[in-house]
């Protein structure tokens, strides 16, 4: 079997291998025996997800490798990242993902949230304790913010649990969801403040020195038309999905050990404080 490195940031290796027969599939295996649990939530996520808007690849195979590390196979996509299309594709295009993503995250069932105040209150208490020593004001308006909202709207439902840019792969203008994850709380509205992550603040660009003036457009359109199309279900209560955003923003926060990643994350919880300000 030959196999090449498909890269990953997060730490799992992620191989295509290519049998004799040139059938080609891709492997995920995890990146420690203490993740084996999330990557195999990661592959029943995967496996369940069911939509009439997006795909996914179809799970092949499971396992464990010799090293004790649990492992999936599942179909190859040929395709490119949405974050790396966004940068050619037409603005008619755009407004098509954008509309599949918005019906996929509304059309998910809801289930029983009455929990979820209390879910998300003992979360940001977590963020408070582990943000304590950190001496910055945004932050520390940030997690009043939080603490303060009443976070009752949460309806908990299905959702992809890490939707990023990076995590969907376009091919022949089909929409594959890929790397779900198993998240603090399922809502659909968290999923919209992840996208929002990347079409709001740019989160998949910030390594760039400069981001070209049409990818950016091309970002405010993906904003504008997602907004629009989750407008009549949530109606006054639009500005919910920028504190999934802010709270997505300040959790990454602890994980930072770079200035420039601070500057970015303080630039954009400002700017996003601000939205929810207004
Ligand atoms: N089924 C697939 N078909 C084609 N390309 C894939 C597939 N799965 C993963 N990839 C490629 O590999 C990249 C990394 O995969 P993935 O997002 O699952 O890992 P990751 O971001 O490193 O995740 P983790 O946080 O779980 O370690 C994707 O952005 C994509 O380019
Ligand atoms: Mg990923």
Not at 17 to 31: H, T
Request: with cysteine; charged share 25%; hydrophobic share 40%.
């Amino acid at each position: 079997m030959h196999v090449r490195d498909l890269g990953g940031h997060s730490g799992c290796k992620i191989v295509l291998c290519e049998l004799p027969d040139e059938n080609v599939f891709v492997r995920k295996i995890s990146s420690s025996i203490d993740y084996n649990k999330r990557l195999e939530i990661q592959a029943e996520k995967q496996k369940k997800f069911k939509s009439e808007y997006i795909k996914t690849p179809e799970i092949l195979n499971s396992g464990m490798t010799d090293d004790s590390l649990f492992y999936f196979d599942m179909e190859y996509i040929r395709g490119i990242t949405l974050a790396e299309y966004m940068n050619t594709i037409e603005i008619g295009k755009v407004r098509e993902f954008a509309e599949l993503i918005a019906n996929n995250a509304i059309s998910t069932e809801t289930k029983n949230s009455s929990d979820s105040v209390k879910i998300f209150s003992n979360k940001i208490q977590s963020l408070k304790n582990t943000l304590a020593s950190v001496n910055n004001d945004i932050i520390k308006t940030a997690l009043e913010v939080l603490d303060k909202h009443n976070w009752s709207m949460f309806a908990k439902t299905a959702c992809h649990g890490d939707l990023t840019l990076e995590n969907i792969i376009v091919k022949n203008d089909q929409l594959y969801f890929i790397d779900f994850l198993d998240s603090f709380y399922d809502s659909w509205l968290m999923d919209i403040g992840a996208i929002l992550q990347d079409i709001q603040t740019m989160w998949a660009y910030r390594f760039q020195d400069e981001v070209n003036i049409n990818t950016i457009i091309r970002l405010i359109v993906f904003r504008d038309i997602l907004m629009d199309k989750i407008k009549p279900v949530l109606g006054t209560s639009l500005n919910e999905v920028y504190y999934a955003l802010l709270l997505k923003l300040v959790r990454i926060y602890p994980y930072t050990n770079d200035e420039k990643t601070r500057l970015f994350l303080n630039n954009k919880i400002l700017s996003v404080l601000s939205i929810i300000a207004h």
